[in-house]
């Protein structure tokens, strides 16, 4: 058992026998439990030709398992007022709800069941079916929306192709077309163990009885293969594109747009979290430099907004996308935004802004843990992705210990005008 003192109390942990970490964190202010399963799995653990495959399984995995029928686990959860969902990204797929006290058993069995007994209930008619269904999702979030492909596109300017990070978690059509029932099968057994997982307890529970109800339920999950992410997956760190990476969009836009995005060190890094203050500096907020630039002194832009991709393979992603004036120049917005990364880089920030930042920041992360369901989640992305919640506990602190001079030296090293991808998008002329 290891424990971690965070500013909302107390983390317990424990490994199962096979192989599952169970971390606790009793809250017992108000009668309700989160329960917060991460699996260690995302879209850059997928072959080439077979992406999608994490992505689909966040639907399979309501389709059913070996005591489940299909669509039951939603609807015992919901029977119950719970609130309950699940997401994929490039590094983990989380299942997550927050239930009432009397309900935090049945949530446990239901997420025992489907991580032991979802192949039993994995037939060809519900693959086809959630495959159509994720055809939809596609069609209706990227290709038939405004600016709906541009994370996509910049992702294929940022990183190389046969890189984890090259394609999104939705994956391709044809990939998702071309997977056999097999091909899925196989998936699941390699990814979906309890080695690969970390569940997360966060509520009115007490801590060795919300241990000994785990281990109950989860102790005869199969340990699997034991995959583990390092043995499969490379994922080195990226140097800075060598010189501008560009793409030209002509489509249905409400208006022109530019979008740009910086490779940079990966989250879970000192640098990483001196990025993440830059990009508040930049273009974070209102008063943010390229907000009061390009929307008040130089009325080019609608909008501006800068924001790290969070990434924690080796390389990470800075995005700053810039929506124009129906008259405005993009050309004359590239020329400002350069001048302005330039002038950054040179003098850094200045005391006003920077702790500005800093406590906007601190903020953030304070608000993201008040509730149980954010809790859990944030102790749940620690373990799981940087191997311990210790992280949970010291995230004020680092951010805290980010100064101006580290702030300056990664906008002088990742953050040029000529080291960025550049996505142009142009509205049509009717």
Known sequence: MTMTETSTGEIVEERLDNGLRVLVAENRTVDAVAVNLWYGVGSRDESPGRTGLAHLFEHLMFQGSQNVAAGEHMALMESFGADLNATTSFDRTNYFQTVPTRAFELALWLEADRMGGLPDALDQKNLDNQRDVVRNERRERMDNQPYGDGFERMQTLLFPAGHGYHHMPIGSMEDLAAASLDDVRAFFHQHYAPANAVLTIAGNV???????????????????????????????????????????????????????????????TEDFEAVAIALRILGGGASSRLVERLTRRSPLAQSVNAFPNDLAGGTAAAM??????????????????????????????????????????????????????GLADEISRAACLFGTADRVGGAVARIRAVTPERVRSVAQTWLRPHQRAQLTYRKEQS
């Open 320 to 373: 700053l996308i810039v929506s124009a004036q129906p008259d405005a120049s993009l050309a004359e917005i590239e020329t400002i935004l350069d001048a302005e990364l330039d002038r950054f880089a040179a003098e850094g920030p200045n005391e006003a802004e920077f702790a500005a930042a800093l406590a906007q920041a601190e903020r953030d992360w304070l608000v993201s843990t008040t509730t149980l369901a």
């Open 206 to 268: 007490r801590t060795r009885e919300a241990l000994d109800k785990a281990a109950r339920y989860f102790d005869a999950v199969a340990p699997g293969d034991r995959w583990q992410r390092g043995e499969a997956t490379d994922m080195p760190a990226l140097r800075p594109l060598d010189q501008q990476a560009r793409a030209h969009m002509s489509s249905k836009v409400p208006a022109d747009a530019l979008w740009c995005g910086w490779r940079v060190p990966a989250d879970g």
